[in-house]
């Protein structure tokens, strides 16, 4: 009987599933008591570090958790769970930690890399822990901006350090208390071996005597990640279906495509070694998900055997239903979290964010963006854009960012800019990607998914030109998308580009490309991967 405190913020079902799937039963805290009487306690902590120190206030839980610890009681802390421990952190100012250790969490700080660290990153094991005791360089999701390091003091808590520009602590254990920076409900196979180490061992994280500490100083590296994405719609008999355009057009002879089903394929996709998976609810901008139970239950179903981080896009807007009940965005995007998702992707509705912040330059706090974000933290949060290209002659024959591209437009125009669509491409706005892309960074966002309508469906390799351009822009990481027809379109893009992740759909559906040879391929050219 595992415990586990969900206190109701962010994805938890996923800690769920995965202890569920390891065999365990799971019994839910549900008073500031259970917290003390747990055997074995699970506190994953999502969302932004306020808001998991607000929510544990209010419901009691501060005392408990800090006596637990202090009696060592088996914790298993996840992600802000471990930085919770700490005496607070730059992202809440003001706001207590739970203070076990000492220092305060700071955000990364190296300009040349993207924040936050979103990716499969490996651990440099400072301590013997029974936990690890087959540790083989495996690699491990993480998701934060923020990252600890520990006081002279504390130093006999670090049980894992990784590197992201600088080394930060990715895993602590003292006793029984054991808490980790990435996901282990997360991060595939790794992942759930790890978990079921700590569960069986009732979290009594014996340290026995292995030789699976680093032996030395290795650098640990964040790996590119390979994405697989299914567009998904109903068809013209009422199916959910995964659909796929070509520039968009996912109609054949008037049928809408239909690639399979999309529980089905996103366990194949996990299953053939893809680092996400990401659907996009292509009707979003016309159907509400409140009411589009379907697609929540797709969400529900495949969280159940898919450990890998889960994006959802389409339709995350503020709405009106028939009866007239108000949802905010952030209520749509809260039901889509509980459902197993563990970041949500904004279309349209970022690009009217966007125009109203160009406008005045101005926050107002009331954005979908800056809703989620201050909610579940920015990495919670990826802008999906859709853009076309639009020549012309000169630079001077538009207000708008432009490029001079290698690839000249039908009149022989060498410059191009990249107009930002909403309603799945129906409709062009007077906003360019680079636009789109910086304003939603400043609005909170933690993520582009850069689309490119020409490119869609083509197989003809990524946009380089586009990637750069918005790569250049933003500080945030960016997934190219869109194109993807070999292997070598994986490669090129990650020699030319310095993006985080590639993005494709199509090739993966028709069967045309396996996700391992996309792997095997990224290594063989020196790629960093997960394996
Ligand atoms: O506007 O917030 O409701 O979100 C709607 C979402 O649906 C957006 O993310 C938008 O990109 C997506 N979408 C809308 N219509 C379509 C369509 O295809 N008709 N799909 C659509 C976008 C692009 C990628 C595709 C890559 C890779 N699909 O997701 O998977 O281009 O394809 P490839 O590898 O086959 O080339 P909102």
Redesign the pocket.
């Known amino acids: 009987m595992i415990t586990l405190l969900d206190y109701g913020a962010g994805n938890v079902r996923s800690v769920r599933n995965a202890i569920g799937k390891l065999g365990f039963t799971v019994h839910d805290v549900t008073s500031p008591e259970d917290v003390l009487r747990a055997e074995c306690l699970v506190f994953p902590g999502v969302g932004s570090y306020g808001s998991v120190m607000e929510r544990l206030q209010r419901d009691g839980f501060i005392e408990p958790l800090i006596e637990r610890i202090q009696s060592d009681k088996p914790v298993l802390g996840i992600c802000v769970a471990l930085q919770a421990l700490f005496e607070g952190s730059e992202e809440s100012p003001g706001v207590a930690g739970l203070g076990i250790l000492k220092g305060q969490v700071k955000r990364f700080s190296d300009p040349t890399l993207s924040v936050p660290q979103i990716g499969w990153n490996g651990l440099n094991l400072r301590k013997q822990s029974a936990l690890f005791s087959k540790y083989n360089g495996e690699k491990y999701y993480f998701v934060h901006s923020y990252r600890a390091t520990l006081s002279l003091e504390d130093q006999d808590w670090l049980l894992s350090s990784t590197n992201y520009g600088e080394e930060f602590v990715s895993g602590v254990q003292r006793g029984n208390v054991t808490a980790f920076q990435f996901h282990p409900e997360k991060s595939g196979e790794a992942g759930l071996t790890l978990l079921g180490n700590y569960l069986k061992s009732k979290g009594n994280s014996l340290t026995i005597s292995t030789d699976t500490v680093s032996r030395g100083f290795r650098e640990t590296k964040v790996a590119k990640r390979v994405i697989a994405?299914l567009?998904v719609r109903s068809n013209d008999t009422g199916d959910l279906v995964v659909t796929?355009?070509d520039q968009?057009d996912?109609r054949d002879n008037g049928e809408v495509r239909n690639l399979g089903k999309p529980v089905e394929l996103a366990r194949r996709y996990y299953e053939e070694g893809a680092d996400e998976i990401t659907f996009?609810?292509?009707t979003?901008?016309r159907d509400f998900p409140m009411e589009d139970q379907p697609m929540l239950e797709v969400l529900r179903k495949t969280s159940e055997n898919v450990f890998v981080p889960l994006t959802i896009?389409?339709?995350?807007?503020e709405f009106t239903d028939s009866n007239g009940k108000e949802y905010t965005s952030l209520d749509v995007a809260a039901e889509y979290f509980r459902s197993g998702a563990d970041k949500i992707?904004?279309?349209?509705?970022a690009c009217y964010a966007a125009e109203e912040y160009l406008k005045t330059g101005r926050k107002t706090g009331k954005s979908s963006i800056e809703q989620i974000s201050n909610v579940y933290g920015a990495q919670a949060v990826v802008i999906?854009v859709?853009p076309r290209r639009v020549y012309v002659k000169s630079p001077e024959d538009t207000e708008h960012n432009t490029i001079k591209t290698v690839f000249p437009g039908p009149g022989g125009e060498e410059y191009c800019w990249y107009q930002c669509t909403?309603?799945?491409?129906r409709e062009g706005r007077d906003l360019d990607a680079v636009q789109l892309a910086s304003s939603c960074e400043a609005l909170g966002a933690g993520e582009i998914l850069l689309?490119c309508i020409d490119?869609?469906?083509?197989s003809s390799g990524f946009d380089f030109e586009l990637v750069n351009h918005v790569k250049n822009a933003v500080s945030i990481p960016v997934i190219a998308?869109?194109?993807?027809g070999s292997t070598t379109h994986f490669v090129d893009v990650f020699r030319e580009t310095d993006a985080e992740a590639a993005?494709?759909?199509?090739?993966f559906h028709r069967r045309e490309v396996p996700i391992r040879a996309v792997k095997e391929a990224m290594e063989e050219n020196g790629i960093e991967i997960r394996k």
């Open positions: 994405c567009d796929k355009g968009y996912v996009l609810n292509i979003g901008f896009g389409g339709g995350i807007r992707s904004i279309g349209s509705d999906s859709d909403v309603r799945g491409g689309n490119k869609d469906g083509t998308s869109s194109g993807a993005l494709a759909a199509g090739i």
